[in-house]
């Protein structure tokens, strides 16, 4: 297993090529929490590189969304840095952070049920005054999402739990963002639709959308992901290749709900 240094220097060498910065989004030493009570985040450091899933996995309450917040702009750390593609947007609210390429995909659902799939999705792109862009961003989501495009004229409300995610995915991307944050994705979706919403994230990432993702179903989406994060306590406590994680009996023990399963 790496230490975080190992690992991020690894990171380095492999993604130097084609950015500005190694990484897309980085979130260094983050000191973060909600009004008077006590931080949540205490020194948090994560780093996505272009064309990566980065989970991040770890015990309720252990500040996964908090985390989510402070990348998207919703909630402005105590100290610390936020970088986009090197550049430095600590203290940015949620609307530059999107114009920064930095998109939010809730937890729960967020579709509007009365409204069509095309509304919903075309919601997404209402900051785009360039009706070719506009086509060219519904185009590549419809290509993406093929339910999307299958259910086009349909009320929202109609789609099941899972289709509906794809919604989502598909409004979050009509803005073309850099990265995606994704709050629990799976949540209230059984396992084959599950099964399908993951393989959709694995896709938006082939598609070249980086994707920043928390999940309580850890061993699930550190299969799909590039790079597992471990939070404990407010701070990464342990984070390398997803796989490895997946294989180390002593995680699979504490944070990912029993042992490796066998193949
Ligand atoms: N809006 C808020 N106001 C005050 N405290 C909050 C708020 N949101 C979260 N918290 C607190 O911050 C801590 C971390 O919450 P967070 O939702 O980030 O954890 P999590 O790891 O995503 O948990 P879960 O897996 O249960 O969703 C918790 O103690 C929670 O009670």
Redesign the pocket.
């Known amino acids: 297993m790496a230490s975080d240094s190992d690992f991020h220097s690894d990171f380095h060498s492999g993604h130097r090529a084609d950015s500005r910065s190694e990484f897309l989004l980085e979130l260094d030493d983050i000191r973060a929490?909600?009004?008077r009570?006590a931080l949540?985040l205490r020194g948090l450091t994560v780093r996505v590189p272009a064309g990566a899933i980065v989970c991040?996995v770890?015990?309720?309450?252990?500040?996964?969304?908090?985390?989510?917040?402070v990348a998207s702009g919703l909630l402005t750390p105590r100290s610390g840095r936020i970088l986009v593609d090197g550049e430095d947007v600590t203290g940015s609210g949620p609307q530059r952070m999107l114009a920064a390429g930095v998109a939010h995909v809730l937890?729960g659902h967020s579709v509007f049920s009365e409204m069509t799939v095309a509304e919903n999705v075309l919601l997404g792109g209402y900051t785009l005054r360039d009706k070719a862009l506009l086509a060219e961003r519904v185009a590549f989501v419809r290509d993406l999402f093929p339910v999307v495009a299958e259910r086009w004229t349909d009320l929202a409300g109609l789609l099941s739990g899972g289709q509906q995610k794809q919604v989502e995915f598909a409004r979050s991307l009509m803005v073309s963002p850099r990265v995606v944050l994704l709050?629990?994705p799976s949540m209230g979706l059984d396992p084959k639709a599950t099964g399908v919403v993951f393989e959709q994230i694995v896709r938006m990432r082939d598609a070249g959308t980086a994707v920043l993702l928390?999940e309580?179903n850890a061993r699930r989406a550190l299969e799909a992901a590039d790079t597992g994060c471990v939070?404990d306590l407010g701070r990464v406590h342990v984070s390398g290749p997803a796989r490895e994680l997946l294989a180390d009996p002593q995680l699979g023990e504490l944070y990912l709900g029993g042992r490796p399963a066998r193949h």
């Open positions: 929490g909600y009004g009570a949540v991040l770890g015990p309720n309450g252990a500040g996964k969304s908090t985390v989510l917040k937890q709050d629990e928390v309580q939070l």
